[in-house]
């Protein structure tokens, strides 16, 4: 249960990172790792005992992809009728670039599988990433040492990462190897950026290995075991390591199957900084501040019904099942302030404490106060409700002072007065205070949702914080849309109910004590919940 | 025009000294490859090597200017930070610091070029190799006559016979270019190609050669001489296979002499080494004068998406993007744009003439006139910059200025654009129907105009 929330949250964090790199693609997108024209290379090769395989994979970056989408005029979606024709296509003639060969004799590689995913690049531009799995058969040579050589005719001259890694089964011994055993790329979904891991612009490898007899007949009775994730490298290290001596030892040793070569987005994303010190076009068109904007608006709308704001949306129906719709309204306005205010605040805090704070360690303790908050709050009107209106009277002050509004006028006979007929500016009970308003939409909004302080952070990071700033107004304000549209919904609903059945049991006493109890309840668990991921997080640093 | 620097030198004797410790593939794979995995060694055994950091740095660029990435003038500067970290003070830094510079010049960061120049001028080294940097971000910046003081500073009378014919190139190629700029054609290809003489007696290294090769070819174009231009290009292709400038160069020399499918073919291939957005609009020139629409189509496309990469990547096209929006009449308001986002980094003959373009595109005669003037002010011979200011006075109506312009574009390079050469011809014929119909209708004149 709780790996579920907190993986739709992270959806939707990811979802906002990703409509704000959109939105800011005309400040600083996010290029391709390896440059927006590159195509790199990676070819794992696995000597079997009887056979060799390749797990080739080309990462082409957003200019060749659109070249290739042109050229063919495809749509760059996996789910594009013609994609998969086309990566059946590639599959061979990408195999036409490559050449294998075992002792001087061509070997004819056979395409084992094909995968493609088009992962968003620079401005949510595709790139594609083509993974296929090759296989030859080593059957009918017979030497005792053999060499195989490779090399890769594909895009030669153009910029990218080349990389060939060889393994070996462990019935094979591999003498040399003109290159490492182990990956440093991570089959092209984690280039290494530091200093000492420079591209690698390896294309053409060769290995010398003997099977071993026993080896061989045991390659022969047991086949490979089946893997059911597909092998990602090793972690970099800074030294390769080359093979050198028996491949039985190296750690990156992958079992050889059937399984097809796994892809995956590239996990880092290189800002290319350099270039907006150069020409800052710090201007933004309007359609664009006006699409952000209501991008903003929409997802701030979707977080409200998230697990992350339920206990707002809770609020909201409570205060529509016993308020008006002016206090329907206030409470939205509350918490899109103070979850305006909440995000600033720890995007202030998290500028000046970064580097003693992770921010990811203060969102449980933020979630545990909140959620307390809200559980005290929640048992306090249970008291109210159960005990009538003595504990409600610590609370009655400043009479008058708003009573236009209706605020701070505190009568708690919930047996008196039917919720259901509070009608703003009547004379009948007022059962929602401003404070206790205040205290609704604070803790409602004060947990700043990670995804909020993305934005606010990489906005500041972008030298664009004015934007940041409208955009995270924004997303509250669509956050508190929809908390609003809750309670009047509720309140208008109650209307109609409170014709029917002004005078229920039900709805007078009964209803008001389990929602209170439910408050309660859900205040505690969003404590527990943020105890717990604060324990996570604990547990893995 | 990339700044150039002789950074081989000191690469190679750092591999050298670092020595080949891992078992090299059978691969032809190039030097320089190979020097950035020399020189990742020798920084991990001695990390406190300043010169070992510069030295990688220094291959970083060499990678950058072979592949046309610019990734690696990120890790160019990663490296020299690193190397100016363990030691900036000593005189042995402005090494680390002129190639800081040149990256800079890379990315057209010209102020901090020259900025980076100086310091290394500063630590008083002796060597003079800083100046060229100098210079060259000068050069763009449009002063040329500072740029020339500076390039007269590239001798050293006391340095070894080797390291002086280092500088007489540095020199002559720079100051070739500069001698274009002030329209003396002659004397620029004397002394590029005195320049290129030295670059192969010195057995500098491929790219290097085959770069100033590249460089006397489009010299060679823009006087008119596409054939001894295409000579250049395939000599420069031979030193160094698949070099995507001469492949670019070579293209456009066989589209000036007609021979268009073979451009287009050239063109393809520098496009699949390098995409840059010259070749796409060119190719896209040749397609549709070949009559291959839905092909030109594509690479106009091509062009307007690279384009938009550089609006998210703030890359450093803007002045072909501009050309290209203002040659097809696409985006004009955006070319203007990126003209004048461009002056305010560069303001070169060319960003004067592409803003000149832009400007007469978008109906702004006077500035274009005002423009195209700063263009032609150190009295340079191009054709290009020529047909612009013939066609800004046919507009503002100075009929016998804008023919005597295209003229000029015309004798000097008669082929000067695939696009614009018609045009320009085209312009002309239509000026002198012009005058000669205000001739018969006014005989008095007619003496006088001859």
């Known amino acids: 249960m709780r790996g579920r929330r907190l993986s739709a949250r992270f959806s939707a964090r990811r979802a906002l990172i990703l409509a704000a790199g959109i939105l800011w693609c005309s400040a600083a997108g996010f290029a391709h790792p390896m440059g927006n024209f590159s195509v790199s290379h990676y070819a794992g090769i696995r000597l079997e005992g009887n056979s060799v395989e390749i797990r080739y994979v080309i990462d082409e970056a957003e200019i060749p992809t659109f070249q290739e989408m042109q050229r063919t005029g495809l749509l760059a979606n996996a789910n594009d009728p013609g994609v998969a024709a086309y990566v059946r296509d590639q599959a061979e003639a990408l195999k036409e670039g490559l050449s294998v060969t075992l002792d001087g004799q061509p070997l004819a590689l056979e395409a084992v599988s094909t995968e493609v995913i088009f992962p968003p690049g620079a401005g949510g531009l595709p790139t594609m990433k083509l993974g296929f799995l090759y296989r030859a058969s080593l059957e009918g040579t017979r030497s005792s040492r053999r060499e195989l050589r490779y090399r890769d005719d594909n895009f030669r001259d153009r910029a990218g990462w080349k990389e060939i890694i060889v393994t070996a089964a462990p019935q094979v011994s591999l003498a040399s190897a003109s290159v490492p055993a182990t990956d440093r790329s991570a089959q092209l979904t984690n280039y290494p950026t530091d200093l000492l891991n420079s591209p690698p612009q390896e294309l053409e490898a060769e290995a010398t290995f003997t099977v071993s007899a026993a080896g061989e007949a045991q390659a022969k009775r047991v086949p490979a075991p089946p893997v059911h994730a597909a092998p990602i490298g090793q972690p970099q290290s800074a030294a390769a390591t080359y093979a050198g001596a028996s491949a039985a030892g190296a750690p990156s040793a992958q079992p050889a199957s059937q399984h097809p070569v796994a892809l995956q987005a590239n996990q880092q994303q290189t800002p290319r900084s350099a270039f907006t010190e150069l020409m800052r076009a710090r201007q933004l068109s309007f359609s664009i501040v006006l699409f952000a904007a209501a991008v903003a608006l929409g997802l701030g709308g979707l977080h409200a019904l998230e697990p992350g704001h339920g206990k707002t949306l809770v609020a909201a129906y409570l205060v529509g099942s016993r308020g008006t719709a002016l206090h329907a309204l206030l409470l939205g306005l509350i918490v899109t302030f103070s979850h305006t205010a909440g995000v600033f605040l720890l995007g202030a805090v998290t500028l000046y404490a970064q580097k003693y704070v992770v921010p990811e360690q203060l969102y449980p303790w933020l979630g545990v106060v909140s959620g307390l908050t809200i559980a005290l709050l929640g048992f306090y009107l249970l008291l109210q409700r159960y005990l009538g209106f003595e504990a409600g009277q610590l609370f009655a002050h400043s009479h008058g002072a708003y009573s236009h509004g209706g605020f701070g006028e505190l009568r708690t006979d919930g047996a008196a007065a039917p919720e259901a007929s509070a009608i703003p500016g009547s004379e009948s009970a007022k059962r929602v205070t401003f404070r206790q308003l205040l205290a609704l939409g604070v803790t409602g909004g004060m947990v700043p949702c990670p995804a909020a302080l993305v934005v606010l952070l990489s906005a500041v990071a972008l030298h664009r914080i004015g934007f940041g700033l409208f955009l995270i107004v924004m997303f509250s304000a669509g956050l508190a849309a929809v908390l609003i549209a809750t309670g009047m919904a509720v309140v208008y609903a109650g209307k109609f109910l409170a014709g029917r059945h002004t005078q229920g049991r039900l709805i007078q006493r009964w209803l008001p004590i389990a929602s209170a109890t439910a408050v309660t309840a859900l205040g505690l668990v969003i404590a527990l919940r943020a105890l717990l991921s604060a324990g996570v997080l604990a547990a893995r640093l | ?450």
């Not at chain 2, 016979?161 to 190629?173: D, I, P, T, V």
Request: overall charge negative; glycine content about 6%; aromatic content about 8%.
């Open chain 2, 1 to 450: 025009m990339i700044a150039r620097l002789a950074i081989t030198a000191m690469v190679f004797s750092l591999v050298a000294s670092a020595g080949s410790l891992r078992a090299q593939t059978p691969a032809q794979q190039n030097s320089t490859d190979q020097a950035i995995q020399s020189l990742e060694l020798h920084v991990k055994m001695y990390p406190q090597d300043f010169a070992g950091y510069d030295g990688l740095g220094a291959a970083f660029l060499q990678k950058g200017r072979e592949t046309g990435d610019a990734d690696y003038y990120e890790r160019a500067k990663t490296a020299l930070a690193k190397s100016l970290d363990l030691d900036s003070s000593d005189p042995a830094a402005y090494s680390a610091m002129t190639h800081m510079a040149v990256a800079c010049m890379a990315e057209h960061r010209f102020r901090d070029a020259l900025a980076w120049a100086q310091r290394a001028l500063a630590l008083g080294s002796g060597d003079p190799s800083p100046w060229a940097i100098a210079g060259d971000a000068l050069a763009d910046m449009g002063e040329y006559d500072a740029a020339a003081a500076a390039y007269a500073n590239l001798e050293n009378p006391l340095a070894s016979e080797e390291e002086q014919r280092g500088l007489s190139f540095e020199r002559e190629s720079r100051l070739s270019s500069l001698e274009l700029v002030a329209g003396h054609t002659q004397k620029a290809l004397d002394l590029m190609r005195s320049a290129v003489h030295t670059a192969i007696q010195t057995r500098m290294s491929s790219e290097n050669i085959a770069w100033s090769e590249y460089q006397l070819g489009e010299e060679l174009f823009q006087a008119g001489d596409y054939a001894a231009a295409e000579k250049a290009d395939r000599a420069a292709l031979e030193e160094y296979p698949s070099y995507y400038r001469a492949l670019g160069g070579l293209a456009k020399a066989l589209a000036a002499q007609g021979r268009l499918d073979e451009a287009a073919e050239h063109y393809r291939k520098a496009i699949a080494v390098v995409p840059f957005p010259e070749y796409a609009a060119a190719l896209g020139d040749v397609d549709s004068k070949l009559g291959r629409t839905e092909q030109a189509k594509k690479e106009y496309e091509l062009v307007g998406f690279i384009g938009r990469l550089s609006e998210i990547n703030q890359e450093i096209h803007n002045r072909d993007l501009a050309y290209f929006y203002a040659d097809h009449d696409i985006k004009l308001d955006q070319a203007l744009l990126l003209a004048r986002k461009e002056l305010e980094v560069r303001r070169d003959i060319y960003t004067w003439d592409v803003l000149a373009w832009a400007l007469y595109k978008n109906n702004q005669l006077q500035e274009a006139a005002d423009a195209i003037a700063h263009a032609l002010q150190p009295g340079s011979a191009d054709a290009l910059i020529f047909f612009h200011a013939g066609m800004i006075q046919e507009r503002l109506g100075n009929a016998s200025m804008a023919k005597t312009f295209l003229q000029r574009a015309l004798d000097l390079s008669p082929q000067f654009n695939v696009r614009h050469a018609e045009s320009a011809r085209a312009a002309l014929a239509g000026l002198q129907a012009l005058e000669a119909q205000s001739a018969s209708a006014a005989p008095g004149e007619v003496s006088h105009a001859r």
